[in-house]
């Protein structure tokens, strides 16, 4: 879609642009922060990836392994090796499986980016320091896509995910430019899925296991078909050349190739979750946390609670007082806060068929009114993250305890964030299925040293 208000044509080609400076920047050339920022983001969907495996598993890991094929990168959660491409997309949508994973910068592309590093560094035997660059060179890339869009986001959303794997694969598989540019212009004519907002994804509540109303595709196909891509120019094959430069009509040239301190992006808007929720709730989820600590709050005394959240939050997938299954209930709003009001440590413990059946979270759920806070819409859809606001209410005792926390009060998010020991609770706990805490806490440990890491194949071995 035009802008009346786009910039004059660039000089020149964006594709190439964004080629060389994928294939060019030295590990050096990135700052520690953005490094240290991607590492954590590599430790946090390591450990959700366990938990989608548990619940939602077992039909996609038995169809990757009929489908086979060379042994390059493992399965979590399964332990089977099986081609870079589908070990990559199998992983992130078990990841992308749980609502639990990162979702800045406006894309949910944390589970794409980590698996495909992950896998391609495995097929490669790349060293813990390339798996990292890649990492988090696909993130500023990602960040440099959805800032320079001009269309009206998400409701056009054209499927950028392909790109930012090939531009990931091509560097660990040691691309020049030349070869870069050709891969992400592949990549980039892999038809996309296109998301248009309304009709029945937004007006009931109907839930795809692939990628729930984000308009991205699901991780499973986009991490496969950039994989795919790379792998196709690696071997000789002949791209169009330039393609993304056929499309700057939808973003802003300048932006695209010229964001001041482009790497400020990838800490500056990166946002991880400490609970199992939509990312822009979590500002209220983060105010009844705190209500309950500061006050003592027993969740068997509340006789009601209120939120005020951006107009997101009156989707019917997002305003479920009543989740009948592991699916409905890691989308609830309010399942999501009854879970905090008991203080229950979010992970696969909050979604278990016990659980889902327990009375006084129902009962809890079912109380939980939810309310538009006309100023946390106009925060959510002119993308001010960090401006978002969540109001909470508890009754409890005649007594109605209130308070109010923006994004940026919330943790996970630039400034404010999770603190190390509960990143080290929400891999354990997430996990916990699969891995021992012994063998957890050597993974957690591993991960954070990656960059010590000569080949990334005895990180696999943790796995």
Same mark, same amino acid.
């Given at each position: 879609m035009a802008s009346s208000n786009r910039p004059a044509e660039p000089t020149q080609s964006a594709t190439q642009f964004l080629a060389k400076e994928f294939a060019s920047t *030295?590990? $050096?050339?990135?700052?520690?922060? !953005?490094?240290?920022?991607?590492? *954590?983001?590599i430790i946090?969907?390591?450990g959700i990836t366990y938990m989608g495996a548990a619940f939602t598993g077992q039909a996609i890991l038995a169809y990757a392994k009929e489908l086979g094929g060379r042994e390059e990168a493992v399965l979590l959660g399964d332990g089977a090796k099986l081609p870079a491409e589908l070990a990559a997309g199998v992983n992130a949508q078990l990841c992308r499986n749980t609502d639990f994973e990162e979702t800045g910068p406006g894309t949910h592309v944390g589970p794409l980016i980590v698996h495909t590093a992950l896998a391609v560094g495995q097929r490669v035997g790349a060293s813990g320091r390339d798996v990292l660059a890649a990492a988090t060179l696909g993130y500023m890339l990602a960040a440099r896509f959805h800032f320079a869009r001009l269309n009206d986001w998400p409701r056009t959303s054209i499927v950028h995910h392909k790109t930012f794997a090939a531009a990931i694969a091509g560097r660990l598989m040691g691309f020049d430019a030349a070869a870069m540019a050709r891969a992400i212009s592949l990549a980039w004519e892999i038809p996309p899925r296109i998301h248009i907002g309304g009709g029945a994804a937004f007006s009931e509540k109907r839930i795809d296991p692939l990628a729930l109303s984000s308009g991205l595709g699901a991780p499973l196909f986009g991490a496969r078909n950039g994989i795919q891509a790379a792998a196709m120019i690696g071997h000789g094959f002949e791209s169009v050349p330039d393609e993304i430069d056929q499309y700057l009509d939808e973003y802003d040239a300048e932006v695209l190739m010229g964001m001041p301190a482009p790497f400020a992006r990838v800490e500056g808007e990166m946002e991880l979750k400490p609970w199992i929720c939509s990312r822009h709730s979590q500002c209220g989820m983060q105010g009844v946390?705190?209500?309950v600590k500061a006050h003592s709050i027993d969740a068997q005394s509340v006789s009601g609670i209120r939120l005020g959240? !951006?107009?997101m939050y009156q989707k019917p997938w997002?305003?479920?007082p009543s989740p009948q299954n592991y699916w409905e209930a890691i989308y609830s709003t309010q399942w999501a806060t009854a879970m905090i009001l008991q203080q229950i440590p979010a992970g696969p413990q909050w979604v278990t068929p016990d659980r889902l059946g327990d009375p006084l979270s129902r009962r809890l759920a079912a109380m939980i009114e939810i309310t538009e806070d006309p100023e946390a819409s106009r925060a959510y859809w002119e993308l001010d993250w960090l401006a978002i606001r969540g109001t909470a209410e508890i009754d409890i005792g005649g007594e109605t305890h209130r308070t109010t926390c923006t994004m940026r009060e919330t943790y996970g998010s630039p400034g404010m964030d999770m603190p190390e020991d509960m990143v080290t609770e929400k891999f354990r706990e997430t996990a916990?299925?699969?891995? !021992?805490? $012994?063998q957890a806490d050597r993974l957690l440990a591993a991960l954070r040293d990656l960059e010590s890491i000569a080949d990334i194949r005895d990180l696999a071995g943790l796995f």
């Amino acid at each position: 879609m035009a802008s009346s208000n786009r910039p004059a044509e660039p000089t020149q080609s964006a594709t190439q642009f964004l080629a060389k400076e994928f294939a060019s920047t *030295r590990f $050096e050339d990135i700052p520690v922060a !953005s490094l240290a920022a991607v590492r *954590r983001l590599i430790i946090d969907h390591v450990g959700i990836t366990y938990m989608g495996a548990a619940f939602t598993g077992q039909a996609i890991l038995a169809y990757a392994k009929e489908l086979g094929g060379r042994e390059e990168a493992v399965l979590l959660g399964d332990g089977a090796k099986l081609p870079a491409e589908l070990a990559a997309g199998v992983n992130a949508q078990l990841c992308r499986n749980t609502d639990f994973e990162e979702t800045g910068p406006g894309t949910h592309v944390g589970p794409l980016i980590v698996h495909t590093a992950l896998a391609v560094g495995q097929r490669v035997g790349a060293s813990g320091r390339d798996v990292l660059a890649a990492a988090t060179l696909g993130y500023m890339l990602a960040a440099r896509f959805h800032f320079a869009r001009l269309n009206d986001w998400p409701r056009t959303s054209i499927v950028h995910h392909k790109t930012f794997a090939a531009a990931i694969a091509g560097r660990l598989m040691g691309f020049d430019a030349a070869a870069m540019a050709r891969a992400i212009s592949l990549a980039w004519e892999i038809p996309p899925r296109i998301h248009i907002g309304g009709g029945a994804a937004f007006s009931e509540k109907r839930i795809d296991p692939l990628a729930l109303s984000s308009g991205l595709g699901a991780p499973l196909f986009g991490a496969r078909n950039g994989i795919q891509a790379a792998a196709m120019i690696g071997h000789g094959f002949e791209s169009v050349p330039d393609e993304i430069d056929q499309y700057l009509d939808e973003y802003d040239a300048e932006v695209l190739m010229g964001m001041p301190a482009p790497f400020a992006r990838v800490e500056g808007e990166m946002e991880l979750k400490p609970w199992i929720c939509s990312r822009h709730s979590q500002c209220g989820m983060q105010g009844v946390d705190n209500l309950v600590k500061a006050h003592s709050i027993d969740a068997q005394s509340v006789s009601g609670i209120r939120l005020g959240l !951006s107009n997101m939050y009156q989707k019917p997938w997002l305003n479920d007082p009543s989740p009948q299954n592991y699916w409905e209930a890691i989308y609830s709003t309010q399942w999501a806060t009854a879970m905090i009001l008991q203080q229950i440590p979010a992970g696969p413990q909050w979604v278990t068929p016990d659980r889902l059946g327990d009375p006084l979270s129902r009962r809890l759920a079912a109380m939980i009114e939810i309310t538009e806070d006309p100023e946390a819409s106009r925060a959510y859809w002119e993308l001010d993250w960090l401006a978002i606001r969540g109001t909470a209410e508890i009754d409890i005792g005649g007594e109605t305890h209130r308070t109010t926390c923006t994004m940026r009060e919330t943790y996970g998010s630039p400034g404010m964030d999770m603190p190390e020991d509960m990143v080290t609770e929400k891999f354990r706990e997430t996990a916990a299925g699969t891995l !021992s805490t $012994e063998q957890a806490d050597r993974l957690l440990a591993a991960l954070r040293d990656l960059e010590s890491i000569a080949d990334i194949r005895d990180l696999a071995g943790l796995f």
